[in-house]
């Protein structure tokens, strides 16, 4: 990371009031339980609510799009891929964030923030122009804040210009994991349920 340059994440804000929505209304239905003296009930129903409140966080609250001094880091809902900014050849700031490397792959960015305003790709090299180029009559770079990020961190002049390492990719297992774990919790319940 470069020196006075903090790493910044960015989600997208729907997204984390999707997953606070989701949140609130499961929390709800399980103190409607308890207040209605149903303890069995809420304490039968917890496993299934919390198999909705992991899936609603691994979906609309986990995926976020990270800046540093030394490249992106895009988490996904399996994945997570980190790219230094020497392999990124472009970033287009459209309805989702999409940065593409030197070799020509191109990765989405599920959980960034998304603005319809900005639809202009940030290259590397090129005759395209850069986005930084194009200005509001106030002189702000066009799109959203977030945007701005991006585009900061792309163009600052101590970016690295040469070959690089390839973007690095991990499955997030741990995730699965627990996702795995608290269905199967489910279906056993589910099971124990039926013969009961």
């Keep these: ?38 303890g069995a009930v809420a304490l039968v129903s917890l496993p299934a609510v919390t198999l909705v409140l992991w ?9 976020c799009l990270r800046l540093s001094g030394t490249g992106l880091t895009i988490v996904n809902v399996l994945r997570t891929t980190t790219v230094p900014w020497g392999a990124v ?6 309805h989702q964030v999409v940065v593409v490397t030197r070799s020509g792959e191109r990765l989405r960015c599920w959980g960034a923030p998304s603005s319809a305003r900005s639809s202009m790709p940030v290259r590397s090299s090129g005759p395209a122009p850069r986005a930084a180029q194009v200005r509001e009559p106030s002189g702000r770079i066009s799109g959203s804040a977030a945007h701005r990020a991006i585009q ?42 039926a013969q009961v």
């Design 1 to 38: 990371m470069t020196p006075g340059r903090a790493a910044i994440v960015l989600r997208s804000p729907a997204s984390v009031a999707v997953f606070a929505a989701v949140a609130l209304l499961c929390a709800a239905l399980l103190v409607d339980a308890l207040l209605r003296a149903r």
């Design 152 to 193: 900061g961190y792309w163009e600052r002049p101590e970016r690295p210009q040469g070959p690089t390492d390839a973007a690095a990719r991990r499955w997030n297992g741990w995730s699965l994991q627990v996702g795995v774990a608290l269905l199967l919790v489910v279906v056993a319940q589910l099971i124990w349920a």
């Design 55 to 63: 899936s609603a966080w691994l979906v609309f609250a986990r995926p």
């Design 89 to 94: 050849d472009e970033i287009v700031l459209r």
